[in-house]
């Protein structure tokens, strides 16, 4: 019996994978993945020395923990295939934004061990920041022990499932929105002089060492942005600018659109 089994061997599952080997959380051989794609299934074996296989039931008859890290699109057809076969002690681990707790209760027609996450890319480098709720089957220890899993690619933090639609706004979608923040500042640099590599980099570094400020000083987001900030000084030109030109509104309202279309409005 394996500890832990993935339904699917995309970016995503690769970065849980990655974060358990290296955090050492379990081995290589405790881990089973499924894919139907010989070139996934074949970088995942080769990248962490898993056991794979094509068979999905396989992954759901041999895993205490199942992780359907497949694209939302497919789930009712997996759900189908592997809802027989599921056990009333087993946990299943679900990523895809839409498919509530409720909706997957009655797309498996059976009463089962559910915990809903939303994890984000930033998980690929270590640094991910995943929501996690769960039906009233999970134990709390079953659920700190899911979170225990999550916490091996970054943060977990387990919220109301009522909250689940704005994660999928401020952390799930929201790295696309910080690279392309990162992109237009390095474009910037770029039209001023600068090699676009090291305009990459400077951009990127000034946005991780920011993103680390707010987390590790606990000041107010407002508070560090007034410090950098002098009187008649170059930065609250640049602030006066974005303002103008509706940056926060821009950011607020896509943060809005795609909460609604997460809720399917």
């Known amino acids: 019996m394996k500890k832990i089994g993935f339904i699917g061997c995309g970016n995503m599952a690769s970065a849980m994978i990655g974060g358990i080997c290296k955090t050492g959380l379990f081995a290589p051989e405790e881990i089973i993945a499924a894919d139907l794609n010989n070139a996934a299934r074949a970088n995942a074996k080769e990248k962490f020395g898993i056991e794979v296989t094509s068979d999905n039931k396989d992954a759901v008859n041999r895993s205490q923990l199942l992780v359907l890290s497949i694209k939302p699109q497919y789930y009712a057809q997996v759900i189908g295939e592997i809802a027989p076969l599921m056990r009333p002690d087993q946990i299943v681990l679900t990523i895809a934004p839409g498919w509530t707790l409720q909706k997957l209760d009655e797309t498996f027609g059976r009463a089962l061990k559910i915990v809903r996450a939303m994890p984000n890319t930033p998980a690929l480098v270590g640094e991910g920041i995943t929501a996690v709720c769960a039906n009233d089957r999970v134990t709390e220890e079953e659920l700190e022990y899911v979170c225990s899993v999550l916490k091996s690619f970054g943060k977990a933090e387990v919220v109301g499932e009522n909250l689940m639609d704005a994660v999928v706004s401020v952390s799930g979608s929201s790295p696309a929105y910080v690279f392309i923040f990162i ?69 607020m309202e896509a943060m809005r659109a795609c909460t609604k279309k997460a809720r399917g409005e």
């Open 183 to 251: 992109e237009a500042m390095a474009d910037a640099a770029v039209a001023d002089g600068m090699p676009r590599s090291q305009a990459y980099q400077f951009a990127a570094q000034a946005v991780y060492g920011s993103a680390k400020m707010v987390l590790e000083t606990g000041l107010h987001p407002g508070q560090l942005k007034d410090m950098v900030c002098s009187p008649g000084g170059t930065t609250i030109e640049a602030v006066r600018v974005l303002e103008e030109k509706g940056f926060r509104s821009s950011v």
